[in-house]
Nanobody, 116 residues
Framework: QVQLVESGGGLVQAGGSLRLSCAAS????????MGWYRQAPGKEREFVAR????????VHADSVKGRFTISRDSAKNTVYLQMNSLKPEDTAIYYC?????????WGQGTQVTVSS
């Protein structure tokens, strides 16, 4: 059974940092990409960052470039999102995403709140 367990969200002041973690389990040999999306109140879910599981190729959304960094620990089947210089507009529920060849999986979400 595929599972994604997220951790690391919380409340932080503007300019602060947080690190999100997402541990994957279940048929991990099928992972193609892992990444992060976020959804703010009243808005659609949007892409934040993605990393190729074998290649290590990284893509960040323009809105977070230079502030957020995605990384992975393949041995732990874990993906991270280091978030620096946080802004109030980064406030959202952050979802871990796992892409296999034919399936897309989502974590339960973790709340990130940035106060001004």
């Amino acid at each position: 059974q595929v599972q994604l367990v997220e951790s690391g969200g919380g409340l932080v002041q503007a300019g602060g940092s947080l690190r999100l973690s997402c541990a994957a389990s279940g048929r991990t040999f099928r992972i193609a990409n892992m990444g992060w999306y976020r959804q703010a109140p009243g808005k659609e879910r949007e892409f934040v960052a993605r990393i190729g599981w074998s290649s290590g190729d990284i893509v960040h959304a323009d809105s977070v470039k230079g502030r957020f960094t995605i990384s992975r620990d393949s041995a732990k089947n874990t993906v991270y999102l280091q978030m620096n210089s946080l802004k109030p507009e980064d406030t959202a529920i952050y979802y871990c995403n796992r892409q296999d060849a034919s399936f897309n999986y989502w974590g339960q979400g973790t709340q990130v709140t940035v106060s001004s």
